[in-house]
Structure formats: structure tokens, C-alpha cells
């Protein structure tokens, strides 16, 4: 999965490679999870692909097979008043780094990648690669890893705030949560770094 993104030379140096993704840079409730990953040589590589081109019962029984046979692996959600306070991108790096850190405190690490085009602040090698969790196992994994777990935080938020449909479309910007906020108004898991009187012009842009 790692072909033709990097030298044999590279490829030969870097030996144990951490996967990191986040869940949920587009809501406009909740918080953004992101998860770190890394898999043995003898991982079952079939059972993963990018976490939205799988259903949630592919997800959650490849879930189960990440956290029995990972070498390590972490998740972490970042609140949204931390998503208000830095901006949505800064708060998904921060959920990587943390996430990788909590790894590395578990093995060793000489590579990480992420997916995407930015990366968070770590103390080792790391690449950002566009389209990685369609590419790259160790992603792959980490993006099964922060979507169900960013899922299961919404289906709580469900019976914490009934009326909103979190447990339909999970916090994003669909026509039904635009309309449920402007009804009820932001509640204490709703970013408030989006402007509500402009949900119904901005939410195609974050689709």
C-alpha cells in the first residue's frame, strides 16, 4: 500500500509506520476525534479501506480485529468549545499529535503519516499524504478507529439533546440538523465558530 510513495532507501529506514485520521472536521456539532495506528506484518490488511466506503457493520468488526491485533493504537476527541477557541484545523492536529503521542509511549515509532495535506507537530518523521485513507493501511485503520468512535460520542449526544437527529446525520450540516438548530437554537455541544444566521448559504460549502 506504500508503493510509489516512497524510496526503497526510505521505506527500508522507516520500519515501524504509525497511521493517523481524524473524524469530523465538517459538523457543526460535536467534537473531532482523531486516531493513531499502528499494525503487525501479519495483520489482516483485507478487512480495511477508507472508513466512508465502508458500512457501520464493516466498520465495527474491523473495529474489533484493529484493537485485538494492533501493536498500539490510540484515539482522542477534542471538544468543540477547543474547536471554537483554536479553529477546526488547528483542534485536528491536535487530536493527531495527541493521539500519536499516546502511541509512541507504547512502541516505537520511525514514521508517521497522516492523512491529508497538513500535518500535526511531532517529534519524528512525518508525511501527509493526500487521499491516505484510500491508500495507506495504518491509515485506513486509523480513520475506522475515530469514526466509530466519534459515532458512538453522537448516538450520547442523541439522549443528551433529543430533537437535534444526531443520531441520524451525526452533527453535520444536512438540511435537517440546519433546521433543528435554527428551531431550537445552538446547544452546549454546537460549534459556535460557524455563524447560525448563515447556515442555510455556508452548508454546501462544508458537505
Do not use: W
Request: proline share 4%.
Amino acid at each position: 500500500m506504500l508503493a510509489g510513495l516512497f524510496s526503497e532507501e526510505e521505506l527500508i529506514d522507516q520500519r515501524i509506520i504509525a497511521g493517523a485520521d481524524e473524524a469530523g472536521r465538517g459538523p457543526l456539532s460535536g467534537p473531532v476525534v482523531a486516531a493513531c495506528c499502528v499494525l503487525p506484518d501479519d495483520f489482516p490488511f483485507d478487512i480495511l479501506n477508507d472508513s466512508k466506503r465502508m458500512n457501520e457493520k464493516e466498520r465495527i468488526e474491523a473495529e474489533k480485529i484493529i484493537k485485538e491485533k494492533a501493536i498500539a493504537y490510540s484515539v482522542t476527541a477534542i471538544s468543540n468549545e477547543v474547536i471554537d477557541e483554536i479553529n477546526i484545523l488547528s483542534a485536528s492536529l491536535l487530536a493527531m499529535r495527541l493521539s500519536f503521542l499516546k502511541v509512541r509511549r507504547k512502541t516505537k515509532v520511525d514514521l508517521l503519516l497522516v492523512d491529508g495535506n497538513k500535518i500535526p507537530d511531532v517529534p519524528i518523521s512525518v508525511k501527509a499524504v493526500v487521499k491516505g485513507d484510500q491508500k495507506v493501511v495504518q491509515i485506513m485503520a486509523a480513520s475506522i478507529l475515530a469514526k466509530n468512535e466519534r459515532d458512538r460520542i453522537m448516538l450520547l449526544a442523541d439522549e443528551l439533546f433529543p430533537g437535534y437527529g444526531y443520531k441520524k446525520h451525526k452533527g453535520y450540516p444536512t438540511k435537517e440538523h440546519v433546521e433543528c438548530i435554527k428551531k431550537y437554537g445552538p446547544n452546549l455541544i454546537t460549534r459556535t465558530s460557524f455563524h447560525h444566521k448563515d447556515l442555510v448559504d455556508t452548508t454546501a460549502d462544508l458537505l
